[in-house]
T-cell receptor
């Protein structure tokens, strides 16, 4: 069975500081992994995805994530946080087989303070 | 960028009432989904729909739920007799085709409150 665990429901960083949002997955086969962001009153927006090509994936807004099979991790990072990065971030794994069903983590709310 | 549109953004209903949540997927997309997020919990898959029929559903999607694509543009989720525990944010999503590089587009959600 596939599942996703996000460590830390809330993360707070200073503007300009490193952002690190953690995601670990459980999958019996190499997964497809995703990070989505949800800004207030908006839908889920795809930040980046891993589809078994390069292990370091670059996404929008300066975010990137590295797939580490040995650690079953897909942590999201950004070198320098901006106030506009404040949002909820969801890690997800694509269900193997079926119709592209996604299994989401519980989400991490990122706060950025001046 | 194309958008998935959901209406209404907020819906308040009494327990036992029927609600219909509406979605307009992106026009050339073929696969449609409903997800929900109960406050403070994970985003959960409810159902996928392809070729005018349900292709997969979760254990949450019981007989009280149904989906329909009545006119080729709208995609609706109906809850026949709402319960308090149906209160959640409901997200519609659509996908053009199931390949590695295709992107799942989500709507901004309908917040359902059952009183």
């Amino acid at each position: 069975a596939q599942s996703v665990t996000q460590l830390g429901s809330h993360v707070s960083v200073s503007e300009g500081a490193l952002v690190l949002l953690r995601c670990n997955y459980s999958s019996s086969v190499p997964p497809y992994l995703f990070w989505y962001v949800q800004y207030p009153n908006q839908g889920l927006q795809l930040l980046l995805k891993y589809t078994s090509a390069a292990t370091l994936v670059k996404g929008i807004n300066g975010f990137e994530a590295e797939f580490k099979k040995s650690e079953t991790s897909f942590h999201l990072t950004k070198p320098s946080a901006h106030m506009s990065d404040a949002a909820e971030y969801f890690c997800a794994v694509r269900y193997s087989g079926g119709y592209n069903k996604l299994i989401f983590g519980a989400g991490t709310r990122l706060a950025v303070h001046p | 960028e194309p958008e998935v549109t959901q209406t209404p953004s907020h819906q308040v209903t009494q327990m036992g009432q029927e609600v219909i949540l509406r979605c307009v997927p992106i026009s050339n997309h073929l696969y449609f989904y409903w997800y929900r997020q109960i406050l403070g919990q994970k985003v959960e898959f409810l159902v996928s729909f392809y070729n005018n029929e349900i292709s997969e559903k979760s254990e949450i999607f019981d007989d009280q739920f149904s989906v329909e694509r009545p006119d080729g543009s709208n995609f609706t989720l109906k809850i026949r007799s709402t319960k308090l525990e149906d209160s959640a944010m409901y997200f519609c999503a659509s996908l053009r085709e199931i390949t590695t590089n295709e992107k799942l587009f989500f709507g901004s959600g309908t917040q359902l409150s059952v009183l």
